[in-house]
């Protein structure tokens, strides 16, 4: 199956800082890759939508400048969480669309995710 | 009414036993349908898609019942290894690829 990895795995930061989470698709080209949010013993909530070459579109209730979404290649979506607070400690998982199987193209593949402490 | 919900759980079984998860969804427009599974502080694995014709793959049977906008899950012959959360999981949004999870079901099967 299709490989998504993400960078960092786990990071923690002071408060008010800013932090960068790298997602690639490591075997295929993604035009869109979304990111989501998981709160402990929670689902996963999608926060935004990451199109290749143009503006993310944000779920509503979520902040466009504090979380900075840059698509800059087919194979590259960057998630930055700007002035860091505990609030946002979480674990922040990307996917990539499956346009690569047979049949369904909405089979997404998820990145291992990245744990963020905000302290 | 949320978008996508399923029964939190947890289920405890025994090995061996079957165990059936349900979700329901409220958009009728939604086309696609899948099981994902999650183990703890991992990221979400696809499991299976859901075909309305229903669908098996080994000890693992999804259906789909478009009328009631109910999905379902069956496990046979659970094992150890089956212990996870099991997230249902809708495209609500037709065409846009989105994805919406349920809150997920939690499954620990007991040796």
């Known amino acids: 199956g299709a490989v998504v990895s993400q960078h960092p795995s786990r990071v923690i930061c002071k408060s008010g800082t800013s932090v960068k989470i790298e997602c690639r698709s490591l075997d295929f080209q993604a035009t869109t890759m979304f990111w989501y949010r998981q709160f402990p013993k929670k689902s996963l909530m999608l926060m935004a939508t990451s199109n290749e070459g143009s503006k993310a579109t944000y779920e509503q209730g979520v902040e466009k400048d504090k979380f900075l979404i840059n698509h800059a290649s087919l194979t590259l979506s960057t998630l930055t969480v700007t002035s860091a607070h505990p609030e946002d400690s979480s674990f922040y998982i990307c996917s990539a669309g499956g346009e690569w199987t047979s049949g369904n193209t909405d089979t997404q593949y998820f990145g291992p995710g990245t744990r963020l402490t905000v302290l | 009414r949320k978008e996508v919900e399923q029964d939190p759980g947890p289920f405890n079984v025994p090995e061996g036993a079957t165990v059936a998860f349900n979700c329901t969804y409220s958009n009728s427009a939604s086309q696609s349908f899948f099981w994902y599974r999650q183990d703890c502080r991992k990221e979400p694995k696809l499991l299976m898609s859901v075909y309305s014709s229903g669908n098996e793959d080994g000890r693992f049977t999804a259906q789909l019942n478009r009328a009631s906008q109910y999905i379902s899950l069956l496990i046979r012959d659970s094992k150890l290894s089956d212990s996870a959360t099991y997230l249902c999981?809708?495209?609500?949004?037709?065409?846009?690829?989105?994805?919406?999870f349920g809150s997920g079901t939690q499954l620990t099967v007991l040796p």
């Open positions: 999981v809708v495209n609500i949004r037709g065409s846009a690829r989105q994805l919406t």
